[in-house]
């Protein structure tokens, strides 16, 4: 299951939704939150992206709370139905630590895309440097773009064997 809610979170999952999506081995449930909703809906588009599960949680002017929370209340039914062997997020946006928690809670692994990065300020930029931690813990894979990414984990006692540099989605996009 691949669970991401904004534009630059598609724009960096579309690569490896085709991959999954191209091999037999492979099922693979397409989840939005919708917390970017008209950016969201055009590079799904554009990337020919149907998305099988909409959390639709985009409201104007609400809380980053609002958001985490109408994630996990809204993403676990959907995790109980469809019981995923794996989670995959994208980034730091309070979608993919959201959907990250609700992974976890549920049992489900959680693998982090985008992982490693940081900016060692927790409050800059805000909220992602937070969620890129948050995610950090409970994450079982982390694919680190660069190898200074895998160092970040490595250096945050992270086992270095749930780390694998991948490089970078956005340039495969």
């Given at each position: 299951m ?5 534009r ?9 939704i ?5 091999d037999?081995?492979?099922?693979n449930?397409v989840v939005?939150t ?7 809906d ?22 980053l709370?609002?958001?985490?929370a109408?994630?996990?209340?809204g993403?676990?039914?959907?995790l ?6 794996a989670v ?6 309070t979608t ?5 928690l609700a ?9 982090h895309?985008?992982?490693g ?9 805000f ?5 890129r931690?948050?995610t950090s ?13 895998r ?12 780390i ?5 989605t956005v340039?495969?996009?």
């Amino acid at each position: 299951m691949t669970v991401y809610g904004t534009r630059p979170e598609a724009i960096k999952v579309a690569p490896v939704i085709a991959a999954v999506e191209a091999d037999e081995r492979f099922e693979n449930i397409v989840v939005v939150t919708g917390q970017h909703r008209e950016m969201l809906d055009q590079v799904n588009e554009i990337f020919g992206i149907v998305p099988d599960a909409d959390l639709d949680v985009f409201g104007h002017g609400q809380s980053l709370s609002g958001i985490a929370a109408k994630i996990l209340a809204g993403l676990a039914p959907v995790l109980e139905e469809h019981r995923p062997d794996a989670v995959v997020v994208q980034g730091d946006t309070t979608t993919s630590t959201a959907a990250a928690l609700a992974a976890f809670y549920a049992g489900i692994p959680v693998v982090h895309l985008e992982a490693g990065l940081r900016s060692g300020d927790i409050t800059s930029p805000f909220p992602e440097e937070a969620n890129r931690k948050i995610t950090s813990q409970i994450a079982a894979l982390h694919l680190a773009p660069t190898s200074e990414s895998r160092a970040n984990l490595v250096r945050e006692s992270i086992d270095p064997a749930a780390i694998a540099v991948t490089g970078n989605t956005v340039i495969d996009a």
